[in-house]
């Protein structure tokens, strides 16, 4: 990509809604001139100036906004591990090296063979009614 | 200035004022008609801008996944000489589709290609970390594919990006517009498929060779095809062959040749093939739910699917799946605990299957798809 393109749209945009904000303020002074010397509330004025003056400010925001994140970030995964042959279980954090049927070691209760049953990660998710 | 001028319209009111608003009047008109005429262009602009934005992001994903490939083969493979070079030669790999104009044998064309591609790749990864052992190249040889597909989209959508700002084409444009939000989602998938990779996690993918090796663990497995194991176990009163590629490193395996040797080693005395694969679930699917039909559950190019459908059709050999329904950006990434629970449901249809579909003493087949990663049996 050239980098001077990614580096002028901004700026254009930014020219942009300077402009519109520019223009929106004036209309509001316009209106609040209007309404100081003759009593009159000129209502198409304010509220085209006002939903503009949002509007700009909304996309400044827009354009300063961090951008969301890539997805590489490392994330919490458990590691189950069960004894083949009683219900002791224990869950702790991810190891490098940890795969599903591992053999890791003997069981504390009844020494026998502990392996590792299941490697996840959980998400939370807002319960759906639909 | 600006100050002054409004203290001077305050105090001469009337006439001035007049004149301000047809300015503004004019003002609006003019901003309407322009409206009106370069509409599409400003549209074409700001879809440009959302393209560009979407852009940058996947050029970081991409030079991060770059990043990580590299420091995962000086890390594990401890290598002789700086691996950077080879690394970005082998991000620009190519695979070469067989030709379609005639379409007999393409599937053993297709295949030989594809085992060529993987034979090299993994050939390049050993040659890099001569220190990894099988189960790290593999897993390696992952982190690459992965980061590869990541510098293949972005390659994509940047043609697509300039394509449109040169020709200022609103088609083109679109095209690229109305599709990037599900380029995003898959490319954050890779993104995080690049991480479970590293690490050698399970991935939603894996669910299929789960359940296989939940079924096959503490029995006596050999090597049926290339990366491909089998087990004979009694399942229900039933001779069960369980097949899954070979764990824990990143593989998929060979599942058709698999279940093609099997059912002519019976030469087709085979009661009912199960076939348990993670599938793309739809939104609003739960993820780990799981469904089944009829028909071979094997996803990828299709070689394994054909050989499978192939030889059951020749014996008369029932086909069942069993599906796991996972979104597209679980499937390459970190198990869910959904998928998890999804695998203990699936073998539980799968028993069920077998009970109500075959007699005591009958042979079945079930087996396992996907990329057992982080799995063992
Ligand atoms: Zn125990």
Redesign the pocket.
Known sequence: MEEGGVRRAPIFFMAVIIVMLVMSLAALILALVAYLTQNTIEYMNVILSVSAIALSVYLLIQMRRKPPSLGFETLKVSTVIK??????ESVREFERGDYVLKEVG???????T?HIYSIFREVKEREKTY | MFTEALLVSVQQPAVQQDVMGWIFQLIWILAFIVIWIYGQRIQTTLMLREIEGSLVRLKAMRDRGRQMVISAIKEIGKPNEDPTARVDRLLEHVDIEPVSLDPTGIIRRLEHIIDVRDFRLKDEVRQMAPQADETQINNLTNVLEAALALNQIYKIVRHYYLMGKKTLSFYIILQIQMILPLIMRESEAFASALRAFMLGQPIGDGAGALVAARLMYGREKRLIAQDTVVSEIDLEGRKAYVIKAKGPGGNVGKPGEAIKQIIEGEEGRIALTIIIDAAQKLEGEKPGEVAEGVGVAIGGPGVDKYKVEEIAAKYKVPLSAVLIKEGIEDVVSTMRKEIVDGVEEAIERVKRLIRENTKEGDTVIIAGIGNTIGIAQ
């Open positions: 004894c083949v042959k009683c219900n002791y003997s069981c504390p209760k009844c020494s026998g502990l």
